[in-house]
Every structure is written in C-alpha cells, then in structure tokens.
C-alpha cells in the first residue's frame, strides 16, 4: 500500500486575525511555525517520495521545516498555483466578523462552506506577476466557489500527484483549507451536500493508505 497525506499549512497570520486570505499571501505565526515543526513530529519514520505544495508562503514555509526535521531537505518538491487556497474574491483581507455583521452568519456560512456558492468577485483579476506571469489569464480568478477551484485541484491530483502513487511512492502535500476539502471529496466520494461539514484544521496531517487502483484502504481522518 501506498500513503497519500495532506496537510493543511500551520497558523497564518491571517488565520490568527481572523481574516479570509484565499490567494493573499501571508506569512506564519509563531503557533503556525510550530504546528508545522509537530506536523514534522508526528510523521517520523513514513518514507516521503516527494512534497507538493501551493506558491503561498504559509505553505511552502510550512513545507520546507516539515522536509528540514524530517532531514529530507533532498526530496523533490513541487509547487503549483493549482494548489492554491480557493479564491475569496472580494472578502479577501475582510475580518469574517465583520462580514458576519454585515451580511448575516448565514451567507457568510453560505460562502465559506457549500460547495457551490460564490463570494462576492473583484472587480478585475489580479495581475499575471511572480507565480502567476505565464498562467493563461482565463485561469485566473475573480472568485471560486469550492466546485470551481475543484477543476483546477482535482485535474492536477490526477495528472501529477496519482501517478506517483501508482507508482509506490508515498506523497505528501501541504496546502489549504479549501484545497484539502476538495482532495478528500474526491477520494471519498463525498456528496455536494455534505462537503459543508467537512473541517480541515491546521497542521493536523490527514493520512490516507490506499491500495493499487488508488482505493482507500484506511485513513486516519
């Protein structure tokens, strides 16, 4: 059998201010710094083939002390924009009580949670720079629901990370909230309906044993 396992990035700076980030890009707290240093922890002794991750520095920081405790600084390591948090559009940098105010805990749930539903879109795309300089403009959102950024996430698992694991090789990919989401319904089959209760916290590994056809054979979520 072969081990798939996803982490969600420690504590962000955004995470501990209560702020939805999306594809801001924010630095670790101190907590977010150690959680990823217990991450680290609680893997010792698994065989990690290669580390995938997104262009946010929460994750790939996150990333780098998971491979440095680990001493397995010479793993290759991968980083995609497909990888990346959803995009919150217009509540990005928005502290979420204060959108909870505004437009009521229900909405606010609405846009955090179901599978479906848009926030509010920007105005204009971010500009095509640093990561994102070769990425074709019509990738490049102006809000995702949680189905929308699936059709980045879910073809990439597919197409780069699988056939390492059809391969025998163990994965790990450290990422976001919304990307795991979307990870652990595809490999568990969840219903649109019931992803809203699927929780993801930080720096907590979710360890998947799955079996030659990429089947879960057990898991510890």
């Excluded at 994750?59 to 919150?88: F, G």
């Excluded at 539903?117 to 105005?123: E, G, Q, R, S, T």
């Excluded at 929308?148 to 390492?164: L, Q």
């Excluded at 219903?191 to 907590?204: F, T």
Aim: hydrophobic share 35%; aromatic share 8%.
């Amino acid at each position: 059998m072969v081990k798939l396992i996803l982490v969600r990035h420690g504590e962000s700076i955004a995470n501990a201010n209560n702020i939805y980030t999306g594809w801001n890009d924010v630095g670790l707290t101190a907590n977010g710094i150690n959680q990823a240093h217990q991450v680290a922890k609680s893997l010792h002794g698994i065989d990690i083939d290669h580390v995938y991750t997104s262009v946010l520095k929460r994750a790939i920081i996150s990333s780098y002390i998971i491979q440095d405790d680990l001493d397995l600084n010479y793993v290759p390591i991968t980083k995609a924009w497909q990888l990346n948090e959803r995009h919150y559009g217009a509540l990005r940098g928005q502290n979420k009580d204060a959108t909870r105010a505004e437009y009521g805990a229900e909405q606010v749930r609405e846009w955090r949670r179901s599978f479906f539903v848009f926030p509010p879109k920007l105005d204009k795309r971010d500009p095509r720079v640093g990561p994102y300089k070769y990425v074709d403009p019509r990738s490049m959102p102006l809000s995702e629901s949680l189905y929308v950024a699936s059709k980045r996430i879910i073809p990439y698992y597919v197409d780069h990370i699988a056939p390492g694991l059809l391969d025998g090789k163990n994965q790990l990919v450290v990422a976001h909230g919304s990307t795991i989401r979307a990870m652990i319904k595809y490999l568990e089959q969840i219903d649109d309906d019931d992803i809203d209760g699927v929780e993801v916290a930080n720096g907590q590994p979710i360890i998947y044993e799955l079996n030659d056809s990429l089947d879960i054979v057990s898991s510890n979520r």
